[in-house]
């Protein structure tokens, strides 16, 4: 991972435009595990924009929920819809880009209903309680 990580922070910070596939289910139902985004190098970020950081040896995708000033530096404070927290601040110089694009994929039942909820989703902590026990839902039946 950290080769990927190496190059595709080399591509964005010489302005190049990066599709990389994706892993996890913080942004989950938006994003899911074998999405590919595509994240252009640009930095005029508003609230409601995927932005793209590097923290420790991964790249991460969240949604930015705020913009704030402490000390004269200008601070983004970020958020995966299936977390309950906010991410830890990040400044300008630690965010890659922000995603232009999503391909998703061979679409299953549970993900076209939950993308048809999704507008209730993103307004409300149900996101993550949700995804708590979809994920319960599944190791359950898994496990039979």
């Known amino acids: ?21 994706t892993t996890g289910l913080s942004m989950f139902p938006l994003i899911r595990t074998g999405d590919r985004i595509t994240v252009t190098p640009q930095k005029n970020l ?3 924009d995927l932005v793209v950081f ?6 991460v995708c969240h949604k930015l929920v705020k ?4 000390d004269d530096i200008k601070y983004y404070q970020t958020r995966g819809d299936s977390h309950f927290g906010l991410d830890e601040p990040v400044t300008i110089d630690q965010i890659l880009g922000k995603v232009v694009s999503i391909e998703r994929y061979k679409i299953s039942l549970t993900r076209r209903i939950l993308l048809f909820i999704y507008p209730l989703l993103k307004f409300s902590r149900l996101n993550a309680f949700l995804i708590t026990v979809l994920i319960r839902i599944r190791g359950i039946f898994s496990s039979q």
């Open 1 to 21: 991972m950290n080769k990927v990580k190496n190059i595709s922070e080399d591509l964005l910070e010489n302005g190049f435009d990066v599709r990389m596939p």
């Open 46 to 48: 508003v609230i409601g």
């Open 54 to 59: 590097a923290r420790a040896d991964n790249i």
């Open 67 to 70: 913009i704030f000033e402490r």
